[in-house]
């Protein structure tokens, strides 16, 4: 796991200016930093090597995509947790499992275009083999999309 020590400030506006948008060629992006394209690439590979930067990809608006049945379900487990989120994680509705503390012992967040499909989503959950019991959330408006964070790391 990397260290806060191992980011310096360029590292940081590398991150900060990646979450803001990743689209771009490593010339207009190091361009951007005020920096020469061959140190941006080798800062960028170190982070991926690291393990910091994971992926690209476009962040989207799954309720302007018609998904507008949106829940977060609280899993209450009687049995074997780490199997329970595997099975979850596989429901192609899921857009994440979170294994958390406190009452109940996982949070999944559910996105689905109909009622009726909703529905079943969470019948299905309900219904595995270890979980005891659920309770869902539904989302009336997302105020802050998750991928609007940006890490503070200096």
Not at 32 to 49: D, F, M, N, Y
Not at 59 to 76: E, S
């Amino acid at each position: 796991m990397a260290d806060l020590r191992d980011f310096d400030e360029l590292d940081r506006r590398i991150i900060e200016l990646l979450c803001n948008s990743s689209q771009g060629s490593y010339r207009q992006i190091a361009k951007q930093l005020g920096v020469h394209p061959t140190t941006l690439i080798q800062r960028v590979k170190a982070l991926e090597s690291k393990g910091v930067i994971n992926g690209y990809r476009a962040n989207i608006d799954y309720m302007k995509l018609g998904f507008d049945y949106m829940g977060l379900v609280q899993i209450y487990v009687d049995g074997d947790a780490i199997k329970v989120q595997e099975d979850i994680r596989k429901i192609l509705q899921v857009v994440a499992v979170f294994d958390v503390t406190g009452e109940c012992d996982s949070v999944a967040w559910v996105a689905c275009k109909d009622r009726d499909e909703f529905s079943r989503v969470l019948k299905s959950i309900l219904a595995m083999e270890g979980v005891a019991k659920t309770n869902t959330l539904v989302v009336l408006n997302m105020v802050k999309d998750p991928f609007d964070f940006i890490p503070d790391i200096l």
